[in-house]
């Protein structure tokens, strides 16, 4: 098995992993064994994936939104009971296609968990990160969502309120960027970022604190008046 320099001085990420496709489930449990993640069950249901991670108490769950037996939000439904009873293991959504209304309970919790579609899968190195990210404590929302977030948004909207560069900021936030990505992105200075967070925050009625759900929540709140 491959490892990566910083695996040898760092704790590996325990995964439980579901997803009824076989195939796909054990292409990406070979995958992220390749990746330095150490994989402690695999499921093919909401269920069983429900009993590993009570069982292992892993890092993190990555977790297909559709899954047997009805083929609907067995995912969500698994991801929600993982959640309550184990609040401390990450949460990861796959998705083939953007379903919005499914996940925004779970991702309103804004810390330990993720939203991601699965041709993300494509760039590696990306959906590693991302996966790291979730399960050390962040939170990860697809830029697709976010888009059907913003296309979605309605008359009362508070985001109508926000700038052209304040939406793109907001963008980037929701992607889990740092001020410091942000501005590396947007060609503009960390200093300048901080503004427009500041002012988004603001404008949302967001009250500022240090907590990184916040950024997350900022491009969630408009559901309140959908």
């Not at 760039?123 to 979730?134: A, C, K, P, Y």
């Amino acid at each position: 098995m491959t490892t990566t320099a910083n695996e040898g001085t760092a704790r590996r990420l325990r995964v439980v992993l579901a997803d009824d496709d076989v195939l796909l489930r054990e292409g990406l449990a070979g995958l992220l064994e390749r990746s330095g993640f150490e994989i402690a069950g695999l499921a093919g249901d909401g269920p069983r994936l429900v009993e590993l991670a009570r069982e292992q108490r892993p890092d993190l769950a990555v977790i297909d939104i559709r899954m047997p037996p009805g083929q609907a939000m067995e995912g969500v439904v698994a991801a929600r009971a993982i959640h309550e009873s184990c609040p401390d293991v990450g949460i990861m959504l796959l998705s083939a296609h953007v379903e919005v209304e499914e996940a925004m309970e779970l991702l309103g919790s804004g810390t330990r968990v993720g939203y991601l579609l699965k041709s993300r899968i494509m760039d590696v190195s990306e959906f590693m990160e991302n996966l790291r990210r979730v399960a050390q404590g962040g939170a990860v929302v697809d830029p697709s969502l976010v888009s059907e977030l913003v296309a979605a948004r309605r008359r009362d909207d508070p985001l109508d309120q926000l700038t052209t560069r304040e939406r793109e900021v907001l963008s980037l936030m929701a992607e889990g960027r740092s001020n410091a990505g942000i501005a590396r992105r947007l060609w503009i200075t960390e200093g300048t970022v901080e503004k427009h967070v500041r002012s988004i925050m603001m404008r949302m009625r967001l009250p500022e604190t240090g907590d990184d759900h916040r950024r997350v929540l900022a491009v969630l709140t408009f559901l309140d008046s959908r």
